[in-house]
């Protein structure tokens, strides 16, 4: 019950396309949803997060959609770019444990 | 304002060593977290504490493993008589609420 579940585990997108990485999780008491983005040799970086009052988030070219009746929800890149290349991470907490519950992660590459 | 820092970045440990990792959170933040990262996968909740404090230690394994967060100084994860499996990136968190930061990890080699 405390498993996120992260797809596909990789992706390639051309420049300019739409990366679309999926989450979905099973506790209904998790209340927090970030994305992380981790280059090779660093740490993951906060990308966006959501909660679950809305079903929508958008920064910039990165757009969280979230289905609190399916419990999924999703990160959008929109004309994606090279320097996006990365390991995404989806992560679930509450505000009774704190502790973050990470994907699998998915590693995208986008090609010129 | 100085991100969330941790050194060394890269240890060297034979079998049987003491491992000591160490963490200074964010300004402001008195909550850190530290998780581990094995080669090809996910991070994995350790243990959570706040200024001499142990919050959650859930993710720890039972044995060899300790991390405190005293008054003054940094946080330190202690990994005693290291094994090849303990070969591994450990990141340290710091937060003042529910986001989250990480610092550029430690990266432990287990010879």
């Known amino acids: 019950q405390q498993q996120v579940k992260q797809s596909p585990q990789s992706l390639i997108v051309q420049k300019g396309g739409i990366s679309i990485i999926n989450c979905a999780y099973e506790?209904?008491?998790?209340?927090?949803f970030p994305w992380y983005q981790q280059f090779p040799g660093k740490g993951p970086a906060l990308l966006i997060a959501i909660r679950p009052d809305v079903s929508e988030k958008k920064e910039g070219r990165f757009t969280i959609s979230f289905n609190k009746s399916a419990k999924q929800f999703s990160l959008h890149i929109m004309d994606s770019q090279p320097g996006d290349s990365a390991t995404y991470f989806c992560a679930a907490t509450s505000a009774d444990t704190d502790k973050l519950i990470f994907g699998t992660g998915t590693r995208l590459q986008v090609f010129p | 304002n100085a991100g969330v820092m941790q050194n060394p970045r890269h240890l060297v440990r034979r079998r049987g060593q003491e491992a000591r990792l160490r963490c200074s959170p964010m300004k402001g933040h008195s909550h850190v977290y530290w998780y581990r990262q094995l080669p090809e996968e996910g991070l994995k909740f350790m243990v959570y504490?706040?200024?001499?404090?142990?919050?959650?230690e859930s993710g720890m394994p039972k044995e060899r493993f300790s991390a405190e967060f005293p008054k003054e100084g940094p946080s330190i994860l202690r990994i005693q008589q290291v094994v090849r499996g303990d070969s591994a990136a450990y990141f340290c968190a710091s937060s003042r609420t529910n986001e989250q930061f990480f610092g550029p990890g430690t990266r432990l080699t287990v010879l």
């Open positions: 506790n209904t008491a998790f209340d927090y």
């Open positions: 504490l706040q200024k001499e404090n142990i919050i959650d």
